[in-house]
């Protein structure tokens, strides 16, 4: 069976942060449950914070670095997708939302995603429903039902097996079974021809 | 090969001193640049078009037919004619006329434009970039090899036994090149004409490049113009050069980090090294230039871009010397050394007149 890839995107910036500390535990707990299924996956970690200079350098010239570059591709070939960000004054990150502007249009059609975030206090979750999940369906990717908001009360107080847990086993079940029950992935190429000459020629 | 310069006509304030260029001094200047070129032996300068300041070249052919009549051996060229937005009727009259005043000494590339506002102004919507592109090349071509044209299509009003003037100087169209950087659509359109395809090459990496000129041979060879080895390609380059490499970075460094597209963006260095723009000394020009054929294969024309950014037309006359003097020599020698026998050069007038001569002396 071909080996499934599950990307997390994690836009923290601190070292260690919260948000690579959810999206960890999303993907792991998404890697258990293909794994209870027979699915073999390979997990790989895109830490946005690594590609700061580089993702607004592609908004200003246009073309990615190298480095950017292998990043984006990794993400365009997902068969799932982790995404979690800080929340900042009430929606994503900025540099969040820049990496998922210079991904490209068409890149995560159909392409299930899991999203979480990240804040200071409970108040924030909800943007998580009128800001990221909005993003991720005009992309057209498939937005699983759960998604994990993590406060600090969640680390703090509450026990390993608390609601949190709870949360992150019920939404990495949903993108699990999202993945399972797809064809692996074929990334675009942007460069391949779509038409036949003759096609252009008379405007069909 | 064909080696020359291309200037995309902008005027831009010098950032090391606060200067900005007047338009007529801009103009001027791209026209001592023009027939400087000839003078230290290139053989192409080629203008871009454009309908928005901080450009000043909107009329190519007036700007070439000056050039034209002070120059004698200089082909004469666009970097790129909007074949989107001009209207193709006048495009094959412009460049015919052109033709008879320079001796031939004439081709085009044609382009799309990116600049959105650019085309309600000219009546056209940039959604129709494609099709336009497509649609008007294919009346520029009729109207140029056929004396009479009746025709009728989406984008302008019908034409009814129309005959666009002059025809062309002996009956041969000019050569054309297609420029794009990442539409296959238009790397299958030079394919289907068996025309030349250029590509830009200087503001993205390598890959782009590699990939476009590689689906232009593959498909030039499936029309049927002959192997893949054969299809004619002109590449870009932009380069900036002083005898010793630290004091072209020093010097290149300002104009670089304040330039349009892509000032205030990746380092000097990075870009360097993630597109082929050279900024060293004349022997790392001809090094890194002489690796573009490693991905697209011997090709036909090399153009490069010296003008730009706010640099003095003085600093510009001097790249201008190196590239004559010390560059081009080298990489014609080395490039031909290189190509195999067979790897034709680019068309010009008077090789596609010998070319039907011949033909037609076979017949009879």
Redesign the interface.
């Known amino acids: 069976m071909t080996t499934r890839s599950l990307v997390v995107v994690s836009a923290g910036l601190r070292v260690p942060s919260s948000t690579r500390l959810l999206a960890d535990q999303l993907a792991s707990a998404t890697g258990a449950e293909l794994d209870r299924r027979g699915v073999p996956v390979r997990t790989e970690v895109v830490e946005l914070r690594d590609h700061g200079h580089d993702v607004?350098?592609h908004l200003?010239?246009?073309?990615p670095?190298?480095a950017l570059?292998r990043a984006l591709d990794t993400v365009a070939a997902a068969d799932g997708l982790v995404v979690v960000t800080p929340i900042f004054n009430a929606s994503y990150s900025g540099l969040f939302k820049a990496f998922f502007d210079v991904l490209g249009d068409d890149a995560l059609v159909d392409r299930p995603v899991l999203v979480g975030a990240t804040g200071g206090t409970a108040r924030h979750s909800l943007a998580l429903e009128h800001a990221l999940r909005p993003m991720f369906s005009y992309l057209r990717a498939v937005v699983v039902p759960t998604s994990v908001f993590a406060a600090p009360e969640d680390w703090a107080g509450g026990s390993a097996q608390g609601t949190l847990r709870g949360r992150i086993d019920r939404a990495a079940g949903e993108l699990a079974e999202q993945i399972a029950r797809r064809e692996p992935t074929e990334a675009a190429d942007?460069?391949?021809?779509t038409?036949t000459?003759d096609q252009?020629?008379t405007?069909d | 090969m064909q080696f020359g310069i291309f200037s995309v006509g902008d005027v831009t304030t010098d950032p090391t001193n606060g200067r900005e260029p007047s338009e007529a001094e801009r103009i001027k200047a791209m026209v001592t640049i023009a027939l400087k070129a000839e003078e230290v032996g290139l053989d192409v300068f080629a203008t871009g078009e454009h309908h928005n300041p901080p450009f000043v070249p909107s009329s190519p052919t007036t700007m070439l037919g000056f050039v034209a009549a002070r120059t004698s051996r200089l082909l004469l060229s666009t970097a790129t004619t909007l074949i989107t937005t001009n209207d193709p009727v006048k495009i094959a009259e412009d460049y015919a006329m052109l033709q008879h005043l320079a001796d031939g000494r004439v081709d085009l590339m044609m382009g799309r434009g990116n600049t959105g506002p650019v085309y309600p102004w000219f009546g056209q919507d940039i959604r129709n970039g494609?099709?336009l592109a497509?649609?008007n090349y294919?009346l520029l071509r009729r109207l140029w090899r056929e004396d009479v044209v009746d025709w009728e299509g989406?984008f302008r009003t019908p034409l009814q036994s129309f005959t666009s003037t002059p025809r062309p100087l002996d009956g041969i169209p000019p050569f054309v090149w297609h420029g794009s950087i990442?539409s296959?659509?238009i790397a299958?359109?030079a394919a289907?004409y068996g025309d030349g395809f250029f590509a830009n090459h200087i503001?993205?990496?390598k890959e782009?490049t590699q990939?476009?000129v590689g689906?232009y041979r593959q498909?030039f060879e499936y029309y049927g113009h002959g192997d893949a080895d054969r299809a004619i390609v002109g590449l870009g380059g932009q380069v900036f050069m002083r005898q010793n490499s630290q004091d072209a970075v020093r010097e290149f460094r300002p104009y670089f980090d304040n330039a349009p597209?892509?000032g205030?963006?990746?380092s000097l260095e990075?870009?360097s090294r993630?597109?082929p723009l050279t900024v060293g000394s004349p022997q790392q020009v001809i090094d890194r230039t002489l690796t573009f054929r490693d991905y697209v294969g011997d090709y036909q024309r090399q153009l490069f871009l010296v003008d730009h950014a706010g640099l003095p037309l003085k600093t510009v006359l001097e790249q201008l010397d190196i590239l004559g003097e010390e560059v081009v020599p080298v990489l014609r020698r080395e490039f031909a050394a290189l190509r195999p026998a067979h790897v034709p050069e680019a068309p010009t007038h008077a090789s596609m007149k010998a070319e039907r001569d011949a033909a037609a002396e076979t017949v009879r």
Do not use: C
Request: hydrophobic letters at 35%; charged letters at 25%.
């Open positions: 607004v350098n200003l010239a246009g073309f670095s190298e570059k942007p460069f391949r021809l038409t000459f252009l020629l405007g | 494609i099709p497509i649609n294919d989406k990442r296959p659509e299958e359109q289907y503001f993205w990496p782009h990939r476009m689906l498909r597209v892509y205030h963006g990746p990075d870009f993630e597109t």
